[in-house]
């Protein structure tokens, strides 16, 4: 079936190469940001976790990472009309827990600082769900899930190619 996909896919149009090979020619970086993702995801769950990966990534449209976080999280059990509907979240909260939402308004509010400072009602939310430790780990997943996509956008990682595990 992936095989399928990835024919449909290059069927409808010509891949876009992309830019740069960051890993290959900045290694010590790309390291210390494996380094950063291993420690970011310490305590917290796994399924918030991918879900707040993908939120991100679509904002920040890391074609890259939303194709490797659903993916990630497609094998970890998530079903797709959560991931389908994540886009939409706030229409449709109710396939979502409270806490999930709490991490969901963090994690746009993050995303997105040209809209201004986090406003203290969404932190004051995500507090209420979250022990300060895990929303400490919880921003820092949000903080480095930005800074990957950046690397994604900016040298126009190709999307379509992860296996789920694959950097594992």
């Not at 995801?41 to 890391?62: F, M, P, W």
């Not at 059990?77 to 308004?105: N, P």
């Not at 995303?111 to 004051?124: A, C, I, K, M, N």
Request: charged share 25%; proline share 3%.
């Amino acid at each position: 079936m992936t095989t399928h996909l990835n024919e449909t896919a290059a069927a409808r149009a010509a891949e876009r190469p992309a830019r740069l090979d960051w890993a290959k020619h900045a290694p010590e970086v790309y390291k210390a940001m494996v380094r950063l993702e291993i420690a970011a995801r310490q305590g917290l769950d796994h399924t918030l976790y991918e879900l707040v990966k993908i939120r991100a990534s679509q904002i920040n449209h890391c074609a890259f990472c939303i194709d490797m976080h659903t993916k990630d999280a497609l094998a970890a059990g998530e079903s797709v009309e959560r991931i389908v509907q994540l886009s939409a979240w706030d229409e449709s909260r109710h396939f979502y827990t409270g806490k999930e939402i709490a991490a969901l308004e963090l994690t746009e509010a993050v995303t997105v600082l040209t809209d201004g400072f986090v406003p203290d009602e969404v932190y004051e939310r995500a507090a209420r769900h979250f022990e300060e430790a895990e929303l400490a780990q919880l921003i820092a997943a949000i903080t480095t899930i930005n800074a990957w996509n950046r690397f994604g956008v900016t040298c126009r990682m190709v999307p379509g190619h992860y296996q789920p595990g694959q950097y594992k």
